[in-house]
Nanobody
Framework: EVQLMESGGGLAQPGGSMRLSCKTS?????????IVWFRQVPGNEREGVAS????????HYADSVKDRFTISRHDAENTVYLQMNSLKPEDSAMYFC?????????????????????WGQGTQVTVSS
């Protein structure tokens, strides 16, 4: 079974940067996974922030983070990163990564929580002065 572990959250000032990490373990060698970052504020639904395809291409972003956030995967490290720049207070949320095993070339939906099989515990991001 695949395990996901997020890290890198914390407190940042508006306009600052932060990099979140999602480390995967327990997968089958040569398996390919869609990876997505969601975020959630208490009382709201989870919002798909960014997704990345099983081979590293086909990244998709929410309009609210486009041109500020970048998702990347480093398979040698079994890690997917979310680089967050120009942070805003409205970026404050619990950030989760999620994964699903797929065939190479599959479309990885950014905002469908039901698509993803494996979830991490989340890491809190707070943007405040």
């Amino acid at each position: 079974e695949v395990q996901l572990m997020e890290s890198g959250g914390g407190l940042a000032q508006p306009g600052g940067s932060m990099r979140l990490s999602c480390k995967t373990s327990g997968g089958t060698p040569n398996s390919r996974y869609c990876i997505v970052w969601f975020r959630q504020v208490p009382g709201n639904e989870r919002e798909g922030v960014a997704s990345i395809g099983a081979t590293g291409g086909n990244s998709h972003y929410a309009d609210s983070v486009k041109d500020r956030f970048t998702i990347s995967r480093h398979d040698a490290e079994n890690t997917v990163y979310l680089q967050m720049n120009s942070l805003k207070p409205e970026d404050s949320a619990m950030y989760f990564c999620a994964a699903r095993e797929v065939l190479s070339g599959s479309i990885c939906p950014r905002s469908d929580t039901n698509f993803y099989t494996y979830w991490g515990q989340g890491t809190q991001v707070t943007v405040s002065s």
